[in-house]
């Protein structure tokens, strides 16, 4: 089963409106990290930011806001004021807690989704 | 810039042969992974370091290896490669010292991009 499901392949945007990323994730450790990471097409992984499973607020970073629902297990990132420059792929990705056995130092990544941000 | 470089940036060689990845993680961090990103597959988790010591392993080949050394620089070595094993490969770096594991973000470095022949 898939850990993190991101079920948006690809977006649209108009320049300086807000857009939503979605991600829906899968796991029974009651500690666990997740992640966004934006790829541009240069190729590198860019941290843009973090929710922990017990913190109480939204996070945010700048225009990037992450919506986490805790019972619906979804964690969605929100861009606001897009940007040409936001153009790229957007990854999730979970950190599960000693609980999950395994490997779990691993972050578990999505597909992406890939964002256009039209002028 | 996330502070992790990596060497080489592109690398095309042909099948068979043998290959090494070079990493170095941000000044202070004693966490390194390796991941890898194709298209069928995605993006993968290969092995961590902590310190000089393997501390997780994900799925890597055993044509594959990996090591940290004292500098806590790490070398990802591929061997025998295949046409498959064409893909970017990403070194992240991380704290490893938070009291809370899930929250050690992890930044990466620009990539490799392994073109097998």
């Known amino acids: 089963a898939q850990k993190i499901t991101q079920t948006q392949p690809g977006m649209f945007v108009q320049e300086k409106e807000a857009v939503t990323l979605d991600c829906t994730y899968d796991t029974s450790d009651p500690s666990y990290g997740l992640f966004w990471y934006k790829q541009p097409s240069s190729g590198e992984m860019i941290f843009l930011i973090y929710?922990?499973?017990?913190?109480?607020q939204n996070a945010t970073e700048g225009r990037y806001s992450l919506n986490f629902q805790k019972a619906r297990k979804s964690a969605n990132l929100v861009i606001s004021a897009s940007q040409l420059g936001d153009s790229a792929m957007y990854f999730c990705?979970?950190?599960?807690?000693?609980?999950?056995?395994?490997?779990?130092?691993?972050?578990?990544f999505g597909t992406g989704t890939l964002l256009a941000v039209q002028p | 810039d996330s502070g992790v470089t990596q060497t080489p940036k592109h690398l095309i060689t042909a099948t068979g042969q043998r290959v090494t990845l070079r990493c170095s993680p941000r000044?202070?961090?004693?966490?390194v992974y390796w991941y890898q990103q194709s298209l069928d597959q995605g993006l993968q988790f290969l092995i961590q370091y902590y310190n000089g010591e393997e501390r997780a392993k994900g799925n890597i080949l055993e044509r594959f290896s990996a090591q940290q050394f004292p500098d806590l620089h790490s070398e990802l070595n591929l061997s025998s490669l295949e046409l498959g094993d064409s893909a970017l490969y990403f070194c992240?770096?991380?704290?490893?010292?938070?009291?809370?594991?899930?929250?050690?973000?992890?930044?990466f470095g620009p990539g490799t991009r392994l073109t097998v022949l």
């Open positions: 990705a979970m950190r599960e807690g000693p609980l999950s056995g395994g490997a779990t130092n691993k972050l578990i």
């Open positions: 000044s202070g961090d004693l966490s």
């Open positions: 929710q922990g499973s017990y913190d109480q």
């Open positions: 992240a770096s991380s704290p490893g010292t938070v009291l809370l594991p899930i929250t050690d973000t992890q930044y």
